[in-house]
């Protein structure tokens, strides 16, 4: 069965603090995603990364980073969390689209609420 | 980038048939239009995918007509299980080397089952 696991389910930090949320999928695929979800916003890609050690900016990259130092884990970082990064936090994956270019299902973890203080 | 247009709400009863129409203008030839459904405290799932006419399986169709403009997702005798957040999405190509596609959701549709 497909799993994606993100590291903790509520995290609740102080305001500039650094904060590392870890994601993990056992699915071998060359695609992670980190994205954010506000009420009525949706959800927001901030990074994706399509092989280890590759990653590309989101729609709102700023005030975060990332890491894939392993194929299987996507950690996002929050340098110096501020409150407006109070969010739920979604990870997913997916394998690469085909050459006709069908798009994979992403599988999304459970995510991650974030309340910065 | 193509961007899709849901209403925010809807409401039904136990046992109707529910349609969810998305509208994306301006989607690229290579997009497929695809759907999620989302609980709430859980991430979204993959619920259809098409790129053109009808798709069916055991959870859903999706009618997409031929100038691919909007898709509707039915839901055959919704039950109370079926409230949720229902996501519209199109696939985007990035273009550099790698191959992946970037899915752009929007706000979704609440759907709210009521007996």
């Known amino acids: 069965d497909v799993k994606v696991t993100q590291s903790s389910r509520y995290l609740v930090k102080r305001t500039g603090e650094k904060v590392f949320l870890e994601c993990v999928q056992d699915m071998d695929h060359e695609n992670m995603f980190w994205y954010r979800q506000d009420p009525g916003l949706g959800l927001r890609l901030i990074y994706f990364s399509y092989d280890v050690k590759m990653k590309e900016k989101g729609d709102i990259p700023e005030g975060y980073s990332v890491s894939r130092e392993k194929k299987e884990r996507f950690s996002l970082i929050l340098e110096s969390a501020s409150t407006n990064q109070t969010s739920m936090y979604l990870c997913?994956?997916?394998?690469?689209?085909?050459?006709?270019?069908?798009?994979?299902?992403?599988?999304f973890g459970p995510g991650t609420r974030l309340t910065v203080l | 980038l193509a961007k899709t247009t849901q209403p925010i709400s809807m409401d039904s009863y136990e046992g109707q048939e529910v349609n969810i129409t998305c509208s994306h203008n301006n989607i690229a030839t290579n997009d497929y239009i695809t759907w999620y459904q989302q609980f709430p405290s859980q991430g979204p799932r993959f619920i259809i995918q098409?790129?053109?006419t009808k798709v069916t399986n055991e959870v859903a169709s999706l009618f997409i007509p031929a100038d691919r403009k909007s898709s509707t997702l039915s839901l055959p005798r919704v039950s109370l299980s079926d409230t949720a957040v229902y996501y519209c999405?199109?696939?985007?190509?990035?273009?550099?080397?790698?191959?992946?596609?970037?899915?752009?959701f929007g706000t979704g549709t609440l759907l709210a089952v009521q007996p």
């Open positions: 999405l199109v696939g985007q190509r990035m273009n550099y080397g790698g191959a992946t596609n970037k899915l752009i």
């Open positions: 997913a994956s997916n394998s690469s689209p085909t050459p006709t270019g069908i798009t994979d299902t992403q599988y």
């Open positions: 098409g790129y053109k």
